[in-house]
């Protein structure tokens, strides 16, 4: 099956500072989310991008489809940016398979 | 964004006893929903794909005799773990999507279930 890979998969910065996530994978892929799990274990829906680029704030992500990567962009991060950031994948069928995650913590 | 309902949020449990945990789509059709199991500092594992109307489709190494999935309408599906034992603690979470329409998948608050 799919093998999805991130990294860092531990990150720790400064508030105000900014950070690269990325998100490797070993198939195409038809589609690609990036998710946000607080510390409730809650995922907050990021970024729906199987291609392209998005902004949404002080987050923003691209998807290379060809090269197979994502990266999801935190800028002027804050603490409550703290958390587990997630990529997952479909690919082929319609389940999500997740990536191993970053752990971020930023402090104030 | 859609809305995905778990519950409960958690729920402790007597071992062999079965717990049953309720996913909910409020305001879409799910065509499909997935079950996800997620060990503390772990990525989440797919457990099992559902269709409304049709048997679970369980990832290797799930015990589906364990672990029950009904998707009996486009706004419901529940797991019931069935004869609990400690090792079934965990998080368990839930995700909705509509594939006809191609959508991004919604995720449930997740249930922590703990087996004393």
């Known amino acids: 099956g799919i093998q999805v890979e991130q990294s860092p998969p531990d990150l720790i910065l400064q508030e105000g500072a900014n950070s690269t996530l990325r998100c490797n994978f070993s198939d195409s892929v038809n589609n690609l989310q990036w998710f946000h799990q607080n510390p409730w274990g809650q995922l907050i829906n990021l970024f729906y991008i199987p291609s392209g680029t998005k902004q949404n704030g002080r987050l923003s992500a691209t998807t290379v489809a060809t090269e197979r990567y994502s990266l999801l962009y935190i800028s002027s991060s804050q603490t409550t940016d703290s958390g587990v950031y997630f990529c997952?994948?479909?690919?082929?069928?319609?389940?999500?398979?997740f990536g191993t995650g970053t752990r971020l913590k930023v402090l104030a | 964004g859609a809305v995905v309902s778990q519950h409960p949020s958690w729920v402790i449990c007597k071992s062999g006893t079965s717990v049953k945990i309720e996913c909910r789509s409020l305001d879409f059709q799910a065509t499909t929903m997935f079950w996800y199991r997620q060990f503390p500092k772990q990525s989440l594992m797919l457990m099992a794909t559902s269709n409304e109307g049709s048997k679970a489709t369980y990832e290797q190494g799930v015990e589906k005799d364990k672990f029950l999935i009904n998707h009996a309408s486009l706004t419901l599906s529940t797991l019931t773990v069935t004869s609990a034992h400690p090792e079934d603690s965990s998080f368990y979470i839930c995700?909705?999507?509509?594939?006809?329409?191609?959508?991004?998948?919604?995720f449930g608050q997740g249930t922590r279930l703990t087996v004393v």
């Open positions: 997952a994948v479909v690919s082929g069928t319609y389940k999500y398979i």
């Open positions: 995700s909705a999507r509509d594939v006809r329409a191609d959508t991004e998948a919604f």
